[in-house]
C-alpha cells in the first residue's frame, strides 16, 4: 500500500507574499526534498491551497485575519520555490476556502494509505486542521507530521499545535534531513 504526503498551503502569500515570515521560507529546501523523495517511492503527494476570492475581507475568516491573501489566479496562490518546482501532473490538489479541506477528507476515506505524512504551513492553523481531518479519516493509519518541515509566524503556537497533535496520536518527527 501507498504513502502519502500532503503539503499544507506552502503557497507564496504564506511564505514570502502579504502573510509570509522567514522561518516559512527556510522550510522550501527541506519540503521539496520530500516531495522528491516520494515521488520517487512511487508513493502520492498532495497539496492543499488556501483558496480566496476578491471578497475575502467580507468573510467570516477576513474579518479575523484582515489581511487580504491566496486569492485564485494570483501570484500568493501559486506554490512557492523549490516546492513549486517539484510539483508533477500526478500529484493532486485540494483547494479550500477554510483551515481545512473537506475535499481532502473525503479523498482520504476513499483512499487508503500506509502512512501519512504532513508538512507545511501554518502550523497552529492549517496544518493542524488537515492533520486532525486526516486521522478522522484514517484512523487506523499511521500519521506524522515533521516538525522540521512546518512553521508558524509563532513560536509558542508552533510548539503548542505540535504538543496537541501528538496528544491526538499523532506523531511528531523531528530531526533535520541533511540539506
Same mark, same amino acid.
Not at 483558496?51 to 477576513?62: A, K, M, P, Q, V
Not at 502512512?115 to 484514517?138: D, F, R, W
Given at each position: 500500500?501507498?504513502?502519502?504526503?500532503?503539503?499544507?498551503?506552502?503557497?507564496?502569500?504564506?511564505?514570502?507574499?502579504?502573510?509570509?515570515?522567514?522561518?516559512?521560507?527556510?522550510?522550501?529546501?527541506?519540503?521539496?526534498?520530500?516531495?522528491?523523495?516520494?515521488?520517487?517511492?512511487?508513493?502520492?503527494?498532495?497539496?492543499?491551497?488556501?483558496?480566496?476570492?476578491?471578497?475575502?475581507?467580507?468573510?467570516?475568516?477576513?474579518?479575523?485575519?484582515?489581511?487580504?491573501h491566496c486569492v485564485r489566479e494570483t501570484e500568493g496562490h501559486?506554490?512557492?520555490?523549490?516546492?513549486?518546482?517539484?510539483?508533477?501532473?500526478?500529484?493532486?490538489?485540494f483547494y479550500k476556502t477554510t483551515f481545512g479541506s473537506d475535499?481532502?477528507?473525503?479523498?482520504?476515506?476513499?483512499?487508503?494509505?500506509?502512512?501519512?505524512?504532513?508538512?507545511? *504551513?501554518?502550523? %497552529?492553523?492549517?496544518?493542524?486542521?488537515? +492533520?486532525? #481531518?486526516?486521522?478522522?479519516?484514517?484512523?487506523?493509519? $499511521? @500519521?506524522?507530521?515533521?516538525?522540521?518541515? *512546518?512553521?508558524? %509566524?509563532?513560536?509558542?503556537?508552533?510548539? +503548542?499545535? #505540535?504538543?496537541?497533535?501528538?496528544?491526538?496520536?499523532? $506523531? @511528531?518527527?523531528?530531526?533535520?534531513?541533511?540539506?
Open positions: 500500500m501507498k504513502k502519502c504526503l500532503i503539503v499544507v498551503d506552502y503557497q507564496n502569500d504564506f511564505v514570502c507574499g502579504s502573510l509570509g515570515f522567514k522561518k516559512a521560507q527556510e522550510l522550501d529546501k527541506r519540503i521539496s526534498q520530500k516531495i522528491n523523495a516520494y515521488h520517487r517511492n512511487g508513493d502520492d503527494v498532495l497539496f492543499t491551497f488556501d483558496t480566496h476570492s476578491e471578497n475575502y475581507l467580507s468573510t467570516r475568516e477576513g474579518r479575523y485575519l484582515p489581511v487580504r501559486k506554490l512557492y520555490g523549490e516546492t513549486a518546482e517539484c510539483f508533477t501532473f500526478y500529484d493532486k490538489c475535499d481532502l477528507y473525503r479523498y482520504l476515506k476513499e483512499n487508503p494509505y500506509s502512512a501519512i505524512e504532513l508538512v507545511g *504551513v501554518v502550523t %497552529n492553523i492549517c496544518v493542524i486542521s488537515n +492533520a486532525v #481531518l486526516a486521522k478522522t479519516a484514517q484512523p487506523e493509519t $499511521d @500519521i506524522c507530521v515533521d516538525a522540521d518541515c *512546518v512553521a508558524s %509566524n509563532d513560536d509558542a503556537l508552533n510548539e +503548542a499545535a #505540535l504538543k496537541v497533535m501528538q496528544s491526538l496520536q499523532i $506523531d @511528531i518527527k523531528q530531526g533535520r534531513i541533511k540539506s
